[in-house]
């Protein structure tokens, strides 16, 4: 007989943002003027979803699909939502560091978007996660 450790909600490893979750988070994105809170988190019916933002790099290939400006968005957002919002803090697992990297391959991420993360976060592994 073995015995596990219960982490409730399920490990967020493991877990898939699909489009219809993706959906959810961008009528927020396109809705926001700077600030979020947990409030609005609330009335998107996303505060339950904190587990995306430690989903890991594997969980948001769904982001793949969505054109740049759209990625872009996602990025102010999580962006916002891990410093304004408690318990939804990332560090290394930040979705913003996957989507960056997306925003990357494609020729699409430029000198303004890095240093407006840079200057709405305090996690230290944005926006290209970890150096190793």
Not at 9 to 28: I, K, M, P, Y
Not at 70 to 98: C, D, H, M, Y
């Amino acid at each position: 007989m073995s015995i596990g450790v219960w982490k409730p909600g399920g490990d967020a490893e493991s877990r898939v943002v699909n489009a219809a979750l993706l959906d959810r988070f961008l009528l927020l994105a396109n809705g926001l003027s700077g600030a979020v809170d947990a409030s609005m988190l609330d009335a998107a019916e996303l505060a339950n979803e904190n587990w995306v933002m430690t989903a890991g790099p594997t969980a948001w290939e769904a982001a793949r699909a969505l054109d740049s400006d759209t990625a872009i968005s996602l990025v102010r957002l999580f962006t916002l939502v891990e410093e304004q919002v408690s318990g939804w803090e990332a560090g290394n697992k930040s979705p913003v560091i996957s989507l960056v990297k997306i925003l990357k391959e494609r020729g699409d991420l430029d000198a303004d978007l890095r240093k407006w993360i840079k200057s709405n976060t305090k996690n230290r592994y944005l926006p290209h996660g970890s150096a190793l």
